[in-house]
């Protein structure tokens, strides 16, 4: 710290940058496993739908 003075707050301030890029990495992190859950969740309801949709095709044509 000979370089340095007494009011030398770039330690300070990397930390904060840092913890900034931490913080944006884990909310990105978190945008994303919450878009594909979404989209997981999207493809599970189409599935659900089509497939009664499909039982209501067999037990229709069954009749005839």
């Known amino acids: 710290m000979g370089d340095r003075g007494w009011y030398d707050d770039s330690d300070y301030h990397e930390a904060v940058q ?8 884990g909310w990105s992190a978190i945008a994303w496993t919450a878009g594909a ?4 969740l999207i493809t599970i309801a189409v ?5 009664v949709v499909a039982c209501l095709f067999v037990v ?3 009749d005839y």
């Open 18 to 25: 840092r913890a900034e890029r931490a913080t944006r990495f």
């Open 37 to 40: 859950l979404g989209c997981v």
């Open 47 to 51: 599935l659900c739908v089509v497939a």
């Open 60 to 62: 229709v044509a069954s």
